[in-house]
């Protein structure tokens, strides 16, 4: 009777180290595969962070750039021709101060005048490289008139305005 058992018993253990085996691989399997997610997502949270610093690093050098030309600008039209010079777009792309690093800051588009809105509107579009992995955030700019009496009090102190975050 002990050999017909022995048969059995083996085939037991088999099975049952089969499925312990299989469970110990999906739960690697899983953990592995979370693990992962987590990183992923680390990494986004990462760029997203350093892109709106960038951005925020831009919009001290936006303000600097326009206190300067609100302060020498004689008239209306001096302070729109301030921005048709690529030193305005040029001081306002530098970042090398602070310390995030892979960020590219370009302006996508054109800087306009819109005389019937009193104001200056352009975009910001910041993009950062981490390896692989790419952030972009896009915000629009509008820069009020100083020189605009229909300005309210609040409107003449923050003359600079960041709207219509994207990010991609």
Do not use: W
Not at 72 to 100: H, M, P, Q, R, V
């Amino acid at each position: 009777m002990l050999r017909k058992s022995k048969g059995s018993i083996l085939v037991t253990t088999v099975i049952i180290f089969s499925i312990v085996i299989i469970l110990a691989m999906t739960s690697i399997g899983v953990s592995y595969n979370n693990l992962s997610i987590f990183n992923l997502d680390y990494k986004d949270e990462t760029l997203k962070q350093h892109s709106y610093g960038a951005m925020e690093v831009v919009h001290s050098n936006i303000l600097r750039e326009v206190n300067l030309i609100k302060e020498y600008a004689i008239d209306e039209d001096d302070f729109y021709t301030s921005f048709s010079g690529l030193s305005f777009i040029n001081n306002i792309k530098d970042i090398s101060k602070c310390k995030i690093k892979n960020v590219i800051v370009s302006i996508p588009s054109r800087i306009s005048i819109n005389k019937e809105e009193k104001s200056v509107d352009f975009e910001i579009l910041i993009t950062i490289k981490d390896g692989s992995y790419t952030k972009k955030l896009k915000s629009k700019v509008k820069i009020l008139n100083p020189f605009n009496e229909d300005l309210s009090i609040d409107d003449k102190t923050d003359i600079v305005k960041l709207y219509n975050y994207k990010e991609s």
